[in-house]
């Protein structure tokens, strides 16, 4: 028990420090309407500090890829900061930043006791967020349910990737992915094959070359991603 109390301590100390909330930090978003264009996408993202890989918290970096794994694909790429209160921020749809953050330790962490100075490092590529935007209006125009589905996953850092035997080089990792979970998409009051044939064969149109998709055969949940080639895996 003291261990577990120690590590905790020790999660809520590296997450919490009010000496780094920068001037002006928007800690309480003002309640949104959901964001369904780019221009929206980018407002929402500009509320978030951006930080360098090489600005990430040292603590961090060991405790979300140890050995320094990936490092290659990942010293170039730039992170949000996301603060307690902003995971509630819109960014897409009515989906919000807690959303598509990592569930980790640190996120975990927070639910349990929630507090506005909380920080935690976020990855996501703009171009999946887009995809996303596009499956949302494509839903909407044809008379679907735009938000029947739920955001299973998105940014797995690669120390919970691999907690969660996620795939040696997942796009997750990168920020790249989203894994959904298929709901009552065509509104007939359950969730179906039916309903996750809709949203797969929207997505083969709006992933075309572009990215990755994945069917998961027998689940009700999707991936797709922006890798920027075209990847299928568990084709029907």
């Not at 961090?60 to 890829?65: C, F, K, W």
């Not at 980790?104 to 995809?131: A, C, G, H, R, S």
């Not at 949302?136 to 998105?154: A, P, Q, T, W």
């Amino acid at each position: 028990m003291k261990h577990l109390i120690l590590a905790v301590s020790g999660l809520l100390l590296l997450a919490c420090n009010k000496e780094k909330l920068p001037n002006g930090v928007n800690l309480s978003p003002e309640i949104q309407e959901d964001v369904l264009t780019k221009e929206g996408i980018e407002n929402a993202l500009s509320h978030l500090e951006i930080v360098p890989y090489a600005e990430l918290d040292s603590q961090y970096i060991h405790y979300s890829h140890p050995n320094e794994k990936f490092l290659d694909e990942l010293k170039n790429r730039t992170y949000y900061k996301v603060f307690g209160n902003q995971m509630n921020l819109k960014i897409i749809g009515n989906y919000t930043t807690s959303d598509f953050m990592a569930h980790d330790e640190y996120y975990k962490t927070y639910k349990k006791n929630p507090f506005p100075e909380f920080e935690q490092y976020w990855l996501i590529d703009k171009e999946v967020l887009f995809m996303l935007l596009e499956l949302i209006l494509k839903l909407d125009e044809e008379g679907y349910n735009k938000y029947g589905f739920h955001i299973r996953n998105s940014h797995r850092h690669p120390k919970l990737n691999t907690d969660g035997s996620g795939a040696s080089y997942s796009q997750h990792m990168f920020g790249r992915a989203i894994d959904i979970g298929i709901d009552d998409i065509d509104m007939d009051g359950e969730s179906t094959l039916q309903d996750k044939k809709i949203i797969y064969d929207m997505l083969q149109k709006i992933v075309g070359n572009d990215g990755g998709l994945g069917l998961y055969p027998g689940k009700m949940s999707l991936h797709f991603d922006c890798r920027g080639f075209r990847a299928r895996w568990d084709w029907p």
